[in-house]
């Protein structure tokens, strides 16, 4: 595998974080070089929140990603200020309940998943982070479903367990989305 940089972008409370530190993760499971690079205004939620996530089979020279392969943008600030660094041939994922596509890029495939509904009709409130991730899962075959939920197993921190099997719902939502 080439090397594949991801960014994750949208407001501080979304979970952009999270789900950039699931895929790093998966990275580390399946023996690849990586890099985790979160960054953050201020304010935390509610602010800017954006992660960097680098994954190859060579060295990786920048943790930095400024032409993502692959772009997951939670919000439409997110959106607009990103998808026009996506490489050709890249793809987009949006969450289509707080953003309205006006991508007029003939060169990315992009993907329009309305992911905070999903999450608030299924009862996974905070969950559209993972059911975007659900979607790059299936819509690029990056890393395997078992990867991800073991992945899943060790990012979600023990105070939390109770909430692995509504991640594994949410991943499962994205990939049947």
Known sequence: MAATEILLAGFGGQGV??????LAYCGLM?????SWLPSYGPEMR????NCSVCISDEPIGSPL???PDILIAMNQPSFDKFV?????GGKVFYDSTLIENECTRGDIEIFAIPSTNLADDNAL???SNIILLGKVLK????FTLDTMKKAIEKVVPPSKAHLIENNFKAIELGMNN
């Open 17 to 22: 974080l999270f789900a950039g530190k699931i």
């Open 30 to 34: 399946d023996s690849k070089e990586l």
């Open 46 to 49: 509610g602010g800017t929140a």
């Open 65 to 67: 990603v400024l032409t």
């Open 84 to 88: 026009s660094e996506v490489k050709p």
């Open 125 to 127: 409130k905070g969950g």
């Open 139 to 142: 819509e690029t075959s990056i």
